[in-house]
């Protein structure tokens, strides 16, 4: 029963004791297995003809439902808001790395090669790295990342991954697929699910310390309108699921809750970010799935994930033949620059002149268009995603498509909102270059695009 000491119940006794109607009173009543149901109560006082009091008269509903689904939407509302705020600062320090790495690399070039710097460049180098993981892990939670989805045999894939996973979580833990047969092909991003599967089976392990059984399973799930209302926030339709169960600790109610928040963790310091779970979160999401965790304390662990199930043939990339196809790069090649942020875009263009590469430079939409009419040729865009001046970089890359259809467009990301689908897909035949790259990346990049 709810806590008599409470707020709400002092007020209810004292408009009881006035004899005052009283109205949307809930309390919570648990049953002896345990049972929660939430009710409200209403109530209208009675009086006789003298005005004396004789009673109440008023309603009880049981209210579960509708608290279960408030309490979704504020969970939602919640998520949500740390998604954009991790979004946010997720796409500034990627700009910061930007600059970061790239100045490491240009100090790194013109150094010798037994310089004694090298030994304090090389760690600041590699942490550069570190902090780019970390900034994609705050993407892939605020369902910021670029995905590439297409038609995915995900047993196939599990087999494939199964092998990385026991490398990785040691060989005192058991293993077991059990895979369906006749499996339907999901529709996500291949890696991206590997990535996920990992992650989650890394969470596993730390929660049976390092030995007990891991359990992948995977089958084929249509939700109908109850079913889907059931799950909470998917919608009806044919799904795959993906179930990683432990028999590890477990997790309580309360831990559950805060499971998917970023840098929330149960493990000790210096184990583990507390980002692995969320992200899962914001892929899973992002793909128009689903994911839910069933666990008690002592009785391990299952988080499923609902993937849409891939209703038509996927468009797989040959890139393997594009790569082998690609003429040498075009020498002397001119670029057109898009980049609001001066540092960034500083770097970017003496990173391609030292390539060899004619580059033009603008900082917005409006001036990369007047600087792209007045030049007589240009080989390729390269554009930022996200700029200011009410032009991003996809109404630059539409722009440009309309006045010369085949030109080549490379759009660089740090924070992708605004300019990609709601479902992460780049628009038409757009490639992209995720921040912080390296003059490698970049070089490599550039010499894809113009030999495509």
Same mark, same amino acid.
């Given at each position: 029963?709810?806590?008599?000491?409470?707020?709400?119940?002092?007020?209810?006794?004292?408009?009881?004791?006035?004899?005052?109607?009283?109205?949307?009173?809930?309390?919570?009543?648990?049953?002896?297995?345990?049972?929660?149901?939430?009710?409200?109560?209403?109530?209208?006082?009675?009086?006789?003809?003298?005005?004396?009091?004789?009673?109440?008269?008023?309603?009880?509903?049981?209210?579960?439902?509708?608290?279960? =689904?408030?309490?979704?939407?504020?969970?939602?509302?919640? &998520? @949500?808001?740390? #998604?954009? !705020? *991790?979004?946010?600062? /997720?796409?500034?320090?990627?700009?910061?790395?930007?600059?970061?790495?790239?100045?490491?690399?240009?100090?790194?070039?013109?150094?010798?090669?037994?310089?004694?710097?090298?030994?304090?460049?090389?760690?600041?180098?590699?942490?550069?790295?570190?902090?780019?993981?970390?900034?994609?892990?705050?993407?892939?939670?605020?369902?910021?990342?670029?995905?590439?989805?297409?038609?995915?045999?995900?047993?196939?894939?599990?087999?494939?991954?199964?092998?990385?996973?026991?490398?990785?979580?040691?060989?005192?833990?058991?293993?077991?697929?059990?895979?369906?047969?006749?499996?339907?092909?999901?529709?996500?991003?291949?890696?991206?699910?590997?990535?996920?599967? =990992?992650?989650?089976?890394?969470?596993?392990?730390?929660? &049976? @310390?390092?030995? #007990?059984? !891991? *359990?992948?399973?995977? /089958?084929?799930?249509?939700?109908?309108?109850?079913?889907?209302?059931?799950?909470?926030?998917?919608?009806?339709?044919?799904?795959?699921?993906?179930?990683?169960?432990?028999?590890?600790?477990?997790?309580?109610?309360?831990?559950?809750?805060?499971?998917?928040?970023?840098?929330?963790?149960?493990?000790?310091?210096?184990?583990?970010?507390?980002?692995?779970?969320?992200?899962?979160?914001?892929?899973?999401?992002?793909?128009?799935?689903?994911?839910?965790?069933?666990?008690?304390?002592?009785?391990?662990?299952?988080?499923?994930?609902?993937?849409?199930?891939?209703?038509?043939?996927?468009?797989?990339?040959?890139?393997?033949?594009?790569?082998?196809?690609?003429?040498?790069?075009?020498?002397?090649?001119?670029?057109?620059?898009?980049?609001?942020?001066?540092?960034?875009?500083?770097?970017?263009?003496?990173?391609?002149?030292?390539?060899?590469?004619?580059?033009?430079?603008?900082?917005?939409?409006?001036?990369?268009?007047?600087?792209?009419?007045?030049?007589?040729?240009?080989?390729?865009?390269?554009?930022?995603?996200?700029?200011?001046?009410?032009?991003?970089?996809?109404?630059?890359?539409?722009?440009?498509?309309?006045?010369?259809?085949?030109?080549?467009?490379?759009?660089?990301?740090?924070?992708?909102?605004?300019?990609?689908?709601?479902?992460?897909?780049?628009?038409?035949?757009?490639?992209?270059?995720?921040?912080?790259?390296?003059?490698?990346?970049?070089?490599?990049?550039?010499?894809?695009?113009?030999?495509?």
């Amino acid at each position: 029963m709810t806590d008599p000491s409470s707020e709400h119940w002092v007020k209810l006794r004292a408009d009881m004791d006035a004899h005052r109607q009283f109205r949307g009173f809930r309390f919570v009543s648990r049953s002896r297995r345990g049972a929660v149901r939430h009710y409200q109560v209403s109530g209208m006082p009675i009086f006789d003809d003298d005005g004396t009091f004789l009673g109440y008269r008023g309603t009880t509903s049981d209210v579960t439902k509708q608290v279960a =689904l408030e309490e979704q939407l504020t969970q939602s509302q919640k &998520m @949500e808001a740390i #998604g954009q !705020l *991790t979004g946010g600062v /997720a796409h500034d320090f990627n700009n910061l790395l930007a600059i970061i790495v790239g100045n490491l690399e240009m100090i790194r070039d013109d150094l010798s090669d037994d310089s004694p710097l090298r030994r304090y460049l090389e760690p600041a180098m590699r942490s550069a790295k570190r902090g780019g993981e970390l900034t994609h892990r705050l993407l892939a939670f605020s369902r910021r990342q670029t995905l590439n989805p297409a038609q995915v045999d995900t047993n196939g894939l599990i087999e494939g991954v199964t092998d990385i996973i026991r490398r990785t979580i040691g060989p005192s833990v058991e293993i077991e697929t059990k895979l369906a047969d006749d499996l339907w092909p999901a529709f996500v991003d291949h890696h991206q699910l590997e990535s996920a599967i =990992l992650n989650l089976a890394i969470n596993a392990r730390d929660a &049976m @310390e390092d030995k #007990g059984k !891991l *359990t992948i399973e995977t /089958a084929n799930v249509l939700l109908d309108d109850a079913l889907a209302e059931s799950q909470q926030d998917i919608r009806p339709g044919d799904y795959i699921t993906i179930a990683v169960s432990d028999t590890g600790t477990g997790m309580s109610d309360e831990v559950i809750a805060r499971a998917f928040d970023p840098f929330f963790t149960t493990k000790e310091t210096g184990r583990g970010t507390g980002l692995g779970l969320s992200m899962v979160y914001g892929f899973v999401k992002q793909s128009r799935g689903n994911i839910r965790i069933y666990s008690e304390p002592g009785q391990g662990t299952s988080v499923k994930l609902y993937l849409p199930r891939a209703t038509g043939e996927a468009d797989m990339p040959d890139t393997a033949n594009k790569q082998n196809s690609a003429e040498p790069p075009k020498s002397g090649a001119t670029l057109l620059v898009v980049e609001d942020d001066p540092d960034v875009r500083d770097l970017t263009v003496t990173q391609l002149t030292g390539l060899g590469y004619r580059v033009l430079e603008a900082g917005t939409g409006v001036d990369a268009l007047r600087l792209y009419d007045a030049t007589p040729h240009v080989d390729l865009v390269i554009t930022d995603l996200a700029l200011p001046g009410g032009m991003n970089g996809r109404d630059i890359a539409l722009a440009i498509k309309d006045r010369t259809p085949d030109m080549r467009i490379l759009c660089m990301s740090g924070y992708t909102e605004g300019a990609l689908s709601r479902q992460g897909h780049l628009p038409g035949d757009l490639s992209i270059l995720h921040k912080p790259f390296t003059k490698a990346q970049l070089a490599e990049a550039v010499k894809t695009e113009l030999s495509a």
